[in-house]
Structures are given as C-alpha cells and as structure tokens.
C-alpha cells in the first residue's frame, strides 16, 4: 500500500511558498517612460517630495531614479516616436536583416557605427 504521507521535501516547499506568499512587499521600483526627463524629475520631487538618487549617462541624461520613503521609481526618457513602436532609423530593420542572411547577402549585421550588433 502506497504511503499517504505527502513527501517531506514536498511538504517544506510548500511551506516555503506559502511564507513567501504571505510576506509585505518591503518596497517596489517600477519602471516609467517619460517624455521629458528632467521636467518629469522635477514633478516628482516638488510634488511629492521625492529625492533625485541618480540620472545618467552623463552629459545627455535619458534615465533616472527617485525614491523616498522606501520607494523608488526608475524614469526613461525616450523619443516619442520611438514609444509608438515606429522604427529607430538609427538601426536597420531586423526582419530585412534576417532575410538578407538567410539569402547569404549578408554574412554580417553591422550597426550604424559599423560594430557588428
């Protein structure tokens, strides 16, 4: 007759699970796309009274992060029309990539600044 006790292992993972399940969040830090960084930065710290942890890269800041009280909340400043999913005519389009390799026209994707990507 087969044992009806459930597997010990068994038993401690669902132990596990459900002290986890049950535990606070102590803090979260959500990610927001924002149109303009430095006003949306100003926003949240005059508003709400948020502090300015850091923003890079350096010299042409696009992303950022605020915090207080625990919380803490990442800002990335992209192009808007960028954020509608159009394409970046920075980059070449992946699928015409994708085609010209797989008709052996390319043997290299090569990046706008000519470094393979």
Do not use: H
Not at 93 to 113: F, H, K, N, S, Y
Request: charged share 25%; glycine share 8%.
């Amino acid at each position: 007759m087969p044992d009806a006790r459930p597997n010990s292992t068994d038993a401690a993972e669902d132990r596990a699970k459900d002290e986890t399940a049950n535990r606070n969040l102590a803090s979260i830090s959500p990610f927001f796309i924002v149109k303009d960084l430095q006003v949306s930065i100003s926003y949240y710290i005059e508003r709400f009274g948020f502090q300015l942890d850091f923003q890079g890269p350096e010299g042409d800041p696009y992303y950022a992060g605020v915090s207080r009280d625990g919380i803490g909340i990442m800002l990335k400043a992209i192009l808007p029309e960028t954020a509608r999913g159009e394409p970046d005519p920075a980059r070449p389009d992946p699928m015409r990539v994708l085609t010209q390799i797989r008709a052996g026209e390319l043997l290299c994707a090569l990046g706008p600044d000519g470094s393979a990507w």
